[in-house]
Each structure stands twice: as C-alpha cells, then as structure tokens.
Nanobody, 120 residues
Framework: QVQLVESGGGLVQAGGSLRLSCAAS????????MGWFRQAPGNQRELVAV???????NYADSVKARFTVSRVYGTNLVFLQMSNLKPEGTAVYYC??????????????WGQGTQVTVSS
C-alpha cells in the first residue's frame, strides 16, 4: 500500500505559474518511477512528466520547456513546477508512482488529484 497526496493546485491566469507537490508514504516497498499525469474534462488521462530513479525526466511534448519535474528521493517527494501555463493545461493533475515490492513492480498507484484551472 502506498499513499500519494498532492497539493498546490489552484486558479491561475494564462502565463502564470504553479508548483505542485506530492508526498508518498507507506512501507514495505521502494518507489522506482514517480511523476505526474493529468485529465481534462472529457479527455483521457495523459502523461505530463515522470522521472525514474537514477534516470532523466520524461515530459509530454506539450509541456516541454515550461514544466519541470523534480524528485527528492530521501523523502519520497516529487514536485512539478509549471510555468507559462496555458488554458489547455486546465485539468486534474494526479501524482503517479511505480513501486517495487518483493522484487515486483506495481504501476497502478495514484493520488486523489489536484485541480489546476488556467484562465485566459
């Protein structure tokens, strides 16, 4: 069992910035990949940015050069710094993690989501 709790969402004007935070808690596992997905109304959930342990971040093309994902491994924290936000970025943003337990990966680990609304 892993708990992922997001914070930092809100309402921002186009061109503005927000910083999302996610904290993972639990025991009996280690976290390999951690990052962010988002889901806009009527759309499927899509990848925003993820980073694996010891790896480089991967970003959706739509957010490259504007968003930065970072991890604090010792505390199981991941952040998403979002700059130059656009109205199409309006969505619920979900923290995501891949955990390793007893040598086996689990990829279905999600936070409850935090709403980001970008006004034009």
């Amino acid at each position: 069992q892993v708990q992922l709790v997001e914070s930092g969402g809100g309402l921002v004007q186009a061109g503005g910035s927000l910083r999302l935070s996610c904290a993972a808690s639990g025991s009996g596992f280690s976290i390999a990949t951690m990052g962010w997905f988002r889901q806009a109304p009527g759309n499927q959930r899509e990848l925003v940015a993820v980073v694996a342990s010891g790896g480089a971040p991967n970003y959706a093309d739509s957010v490259k050069a504007r968003f930065t994902v970072s991890r604090v491994y010792g505390t199981n924290l991941v952040f998403l710094q979002m700059s130059n936000l656009k109205p199409e970025g309006t969505a619920v943003y979900y923290c995501y993690a891949t955990k390793i337990q007893h040598g086996r990966p689990s990829t279905n680990n999600w936070g409850q989501g935090t709403q980001v609304t970008v006004s034009s």
